[in-house]
């Protein structure tokens, strides 16, 4: 993401201007966006003319149109994210208060007006806009006759290809046709990698499996490359690690790769199974938090007032000398503390326990 102007003034009002380089920053785009919000950018219209002798025909044109956010799709296979509005600006094409749907493109600008712009939001412009938060670590999951390929970035694990095979089972005295098969598994395996992993980038593959499966495919992987003189696998050779996984599952990544990676998920030393808004809330008015973990997930509620009540939070422990992991709900990690309700945190010390605190209608929501 590229940031190209940003005007906020000291009410916190005001706009920015970003384009999107690749399509990671769609989710970025999508954290930033909400219901209300101003969005100015490109878009393709359908519009009727009618010509001197009467007769009616349609066109697609290109012309910038502002809209007032209602809707907000963002497809994460895909990586692609559309707006819906109704325009607020005057238009040749458009009438004002008529409704448009921009579907957002890489590399083309768009402009983002916010009546208030948070710390939480502010935050996710500074990390989108980091050169140094790429996709540089991808992963092959895998088992007999099944592999998923990711790619891991700090925002979101993105599958980018999915190889099925049907293996035979071993008979006795003939080994032949499993054996076939499952060169056909780890040949579409390979060329999956080939296709997927960009290695100027990536700097890190992990082949994760149960068993022997992953050592397996590494030794025909290597194998095939210089029977095939493939140069990118040989000369990249070094970035490949193998690891335990219990299966071959893009869910299996939650393992030890997980663990070292991010913080673990820890529920309040409160007494209390599931830590809850209240109980965040009470442990950082005692200043007990060390770290607060929070999804990205809590920072898209459409009530105004709740949104609030998450990021005077987060404002809360960083002022008091705290650390906030926001956690993406597109990670493993992030759909694991959706569990714990979307909040949690590792505390400085124990608190006494007590009451569990009484949570409105809009916080037993989350």
């Known amino acids: 993401m590229k940031l190209v102007h940003k005007d906020i003034e000291k009410d916190n009002a005001g706009q920015v201007t970003l384009i999107p380089d690749e399509a990671e920053d769609m989710w970025h785009t999508y954290n930033l966006l909400q219901v209300g919000d101003s969005l100015r950018a490109s878009t393709i219209r359908k519009v009727q003319t009618e010509s001197s002798t009467g007769s009616v025909g349609s066109s697609r044109v290109r012309t910038t149109l502002t809209l007032c956010v209602e809707t907000i799709d963002f497809d994460s ?34 402009t983002l007006a916010k009546k208030v712009w948070d710390s939480v939001v502010l935050d996710r412009i500074e990390q989108a806009c980091d050169p140094a938060q790429k996709a540089d670590v991808a992963a092959v999951v895998m088992q007999e006759g099944l592999a998923n390929l990711v790619l891991v970035t700090p925002a979101m694990t993105l599958l980018r290809a999915k190889v099925e095979v049907t293996i035979p089972r071993k008979r006795k005295g003939s080994c032949a046709q499993h054996d076939k098969a499952l060169d056909r598994f780890y040949e579409a395996v390979m060329q999956g990698i080939l296709r997927h992993f960009n290695f100027d980038v990536v700097k890190c593959i992990l082949v994760a499996s149960p068993g022997f499966v992953k050592d397996q495919f590494i030794s025909y992987l290597f194998k095939e490359a210089v029977r095939q003189d493939c140069k990118i696998l040989l000369e990249n050779r070094s970035k490949f690690m193998v690891v335990h996984s219990s299966s071959g599952h893009k869910y299996s990544l939650k393992g030890k790769y997980y663990e070292r990676r991010f913080y673990v998920i820890l529920p309040l030393r409160l007494g209390y199974r599931t830590p809850r808004l209240a109980h965040v809330e ?82 037993d929501e989350d």
């Open 282 to 363: 009470r442990a950082s008015e005692a200043l007990a938090i060390d770290i607060l973990l929070i999804s990205d997930t809590l920072f898209r509620h459409q009530d105004v007032a709740t949104r609030c009540r998450y990021v005077r939070l987060v404002d809360d422990v960083k002022e008091n000398g705290g650390i906030v992991r926001i956690f993406s709900s597109l990670h493993v990690s992030g759909e694991q503390l959706n569990q714990l309700s979307g909040v949690a945190a590792i505390l400085r010390f124990p608190i006494a326990e007590g009451s569990e605190p009484e949570e409105d209608s809009s916080s």
């Open 77 to 110: 296979q895909a990586c692609q994210l559309r707006v819906k509005g109704t325009n607020i600006q005057e238009n040749q094409y458009v009438k004002m208060g008529a409704y448009h749907t921009i579907e957002l493109e890489l590399n083309r600008k768009f």
